[in-house]
Nanobody
Framework: VQLQAFGGGLVQPGGSLRLSCKASGLNFRLFTMNWYRQAPGKEREFVAHITSDGSANYSDSVKDRFTISRDNARRTMYLQMNSLKPEDTAVYYC?????????WGQGTLVTVSS
């Protein structure tokens, strides 16, 4: 299983970014996919997940600003991030739990700053 996250960058407060996570080595459409993030000096935290049937769940800190989605044909998950705040600055990781363990992408850095 390999996960590759990309799409991070520098954005001003109030701006938007879309992250992508490309998966390989698994039957992507069958699995719940997750986004986590880790801010400097803090523990990794849950951001959002999307189930195989497309149901989504979000942390309170990003609800109503972020939207998770998936394209099973492309084996890709997305995170549309709007109204970004400085406290959203973090390395964002995609994740899947399969074969009795977690798999993580390499992370993509999002910096929200003026």
């Amino acid at each position: 299983v390999q996960l590759q996250a990309f799409g991070g960058g520098l954005v001003q407060p109030g701006g938007s970014l879309r992250l992508s996570c490309k998966a390989s080595g698994l039957n992507f459409r069958l699995f719940t996919m997750n986004w986590y993030r880790q801010a400097p000096g803090k523990e990794r935290e849950f951001v959002a997940h999307i189930t195989s049937d497309g149901s989504a769940n979000y942390s309170d800190s990003v609800k109503d600003r972020f939207t998770i989605s998936r394209d099973n044909a492309r084996r890709t998950m997305y995170l549309q991030m709007n109204s970004l705040k400085p406290e959203d600055t973090a390395v964002y990781y995609c994740n899947v739990f399969t074969r009795s363990r977690d798999f993580w992408g390499q992370g993509t850095l999002v910096t929200v700053s003026s």
